[in-house]
Nanobody, 121 residues
Framework: QVQLVESGGGLVQAGGSLRLSCAVS????????MGWFRRAPGKEREFVAA???????SYADSAKGRFTISRDNARNTVYLQMNSLKPEDTAVYYC???????????????WGQGTQVTVSS
């Protein structure tokens, strides 16, 4: 059973940075497309970024130029570096793993519990 555990969330001022980590256990993370999603209060869970097993990356328009997704297959860990954070980035951020490529949350088979990111103005 694949398990995902996120860490690295917290409170940061607007313009600041955070790096989220997602530790994968129960399988080899390199087999999967790994994605980050977020859910802001009162909103649906939305796609943020994904990285395919081959290294190709995809970003939501809101994340382009500010966020970077990466993976360390030796550590079985995926990261989301978030720079120039804005109050509208406040959300619970979820790590997810998919056996196929894609950006739709329905394509992802495994999910972490989420980590809270709060950006103050």
């Amino acid at each position: 059973q694949v398990q995902l555990v996120e860490s690295g969330g917290g409170l940061v001022q607007a313009g600041g940075s955070l790096r989220l980590s997602c530790a994968v256990s129960g399988s080899t993370s390199s087999r999967y497309t790994m994605g980050w999603f977020r859910r802001a209060p009162g909103k649906e869970r939305e796609f943020v970024a994904a990285i395919w097993s081959g290294g190709y990356t995809s970003y939501a328009d809101s994340a382009k130029g500010r966020f970077t997704i990466s993976r360390d297959n030796a550590r079985n860990t995926v990261y989301l570096q978030m720079n120039s954070l804005k109050p509208e980035d406040t959300a619970v951020y979820y790590c997810a793993a998919a056996g196929t490529v894609g950006e739709r949350k329905g394509q992802y088979d495994y999910w972490g519990q989420g980590t809270q990111v709060t950006v103050s103005s």
